[in-house]
């Protein structure tokens, strides 16, 4: 039978029942099967899922502040901010004062974001930094925005503290496969990562939890991304994919960019093995066409930064966003 046969008479068909069913038995081959899915169907069972729990008109928008940049004794091999890649040109900076941050957070109100997010540049915090993280977060929450933050590993106590704080999320990524792993970081291990992620779940803090796309990883290491981050023991309630964002000066800078196609079926994967998540398109946002994040939403994220910058790379000026959004008939989330 040729191709053309073979398509015209039994073409590959998205699996039906069942679509928006909270699972954590998924297997890799399930992972690799929807991988595997034509384009169509594949986006088709991905809306379907995000219908049944979201509004597919709405996006969520959050808004990023790096509070303490630069520095890192981590050698994650995608960071501008580890102190192991100094060509990268980051500066090291001390924590920024209170009050600095929630002049940062009142403007991020003002221009739309609902939830604000603070990240640091550190392997954990300090106990004597998380004085001045918890009035942070407790100055961001009185403004009435929602508060995240990413602090690198966190021990029960402090995961603890930060819950007491009012914190709202905490951001920890998995960032890859388990097996690719140790290619990209090797100053702390997987383990550690789900440990800091069981502080945080067993704290009663949300967790967002996600990865990067566009490593040089092989698309078995983006199945087992997905399959590691779907088989927690409760799904993340926020999980960000992210487009590797190529620094100059990092040792992935030259790395041959992963196909945009995969990046969006990994957003549909992720989307309709965690229903009831919210999906983050998150960095990688500026080289993006608007197509191309138009095939993001429609694959079943919901959630962006929003903002010129993130941490320390630039993302789409609000203007750009709030005409894509416009011109998508979309709107933030209230
Ligand atoms: N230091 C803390 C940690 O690593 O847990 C918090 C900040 S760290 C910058 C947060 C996440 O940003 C990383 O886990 C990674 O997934 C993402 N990230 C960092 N650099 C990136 C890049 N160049 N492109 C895409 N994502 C990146
Ligand atoms: C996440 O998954 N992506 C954000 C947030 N969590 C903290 C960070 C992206 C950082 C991109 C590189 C930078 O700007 O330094
Ligand atoms: Fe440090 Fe976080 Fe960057 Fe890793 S990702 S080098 S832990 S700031």
């Not at 040729?2 to 398509?7: I, Q, S, Y």
């Amino acid at each position: 039978m040729d191709d053309r046969t073979r398509l015209a008479s039994e073409p590959a068909r998205a699996p039906l029942p069942q679509a928006a069913t909270i699972r954590h038995d998924w297997t890799r081959e399930d992972i690799r099967a929807l991988f595997d899915l034509p384009f169509p169907e594949l986006i088709f069972l991905a809306q379907r899922v995000h219908r049944e729990r979201f509004d597919p008109r709405e996006v969520q928008i959050s808004t990023l502040l790096s509070v303490k940049t630069g520095g890192c004794s981590e050698d994650c091999g995608y960071c501008p901010q580890s102190a192991h890649h100094h060509e990268a040109g980051v500066k090291a900076g001390k924590l920024m004062e209170v009050d600095a941050v929630l002049a940062e957070a009142k403007a991020a109100k003002d221009a739309g974001a609902s939830r604000f997010c603070m990240g640091a540049a550190w392997r954990s915090p300090k106990d004597r930094d998380l004085d001045d993280i918890c009035a942070m977060v407790e100055g961001v929450r009185e403004l009435g925005l929602e508060t995240c933050m990413t602090l690198g590993m966190l021990t029960k106590d402090q995961a603890h503290r930060l819950k007491d704080s009012g914190l709202d999320y905490y951001n920890h990524n998995l960032d890859t496969s388990p097996e690719f792993y140790g290619n990209i970081i090797t100053t702390r291990t997987y383990q550690d990562r789900l440990d800091t992620l069981s502080h945080v779940r067993e704290a009663g803090i949300n967790v967002c939890c996600g990865g990067i796309v566009g490593m040089g990883e092989t698309r078995e290491d983006r199945v087992g991304m997905v399959h590691s981050l779907a088989t927690l023991p409760e799904h993340p309630e926020s999980v960000p994919i992210n487009l590797l964002v190529q620094v100059e000066g990092t040792p992935l800078a030259k790395v041959v960019p992963v196909d945009g196609l995969e990046f969006v079926r990994t957003i549909a994967v992720a989307r309709i093995t965690m229903p009831a998540s919210m999906v983050r398109l998150s960095a990688g946002r500026e080289e993006m066409s608007d197509e191309m994040q138009a095939l993001c939403f429609v694959a079943g994220a919901n959630s962006i930064f929003y903002g010129t910058k993130l941490l320390t790379t630039p993302n789409p000026e609000p203007d750009r966003d709030m005409l894509l959004l416009h011109k998508l008939g979309m709107t933030p989330m209230k």
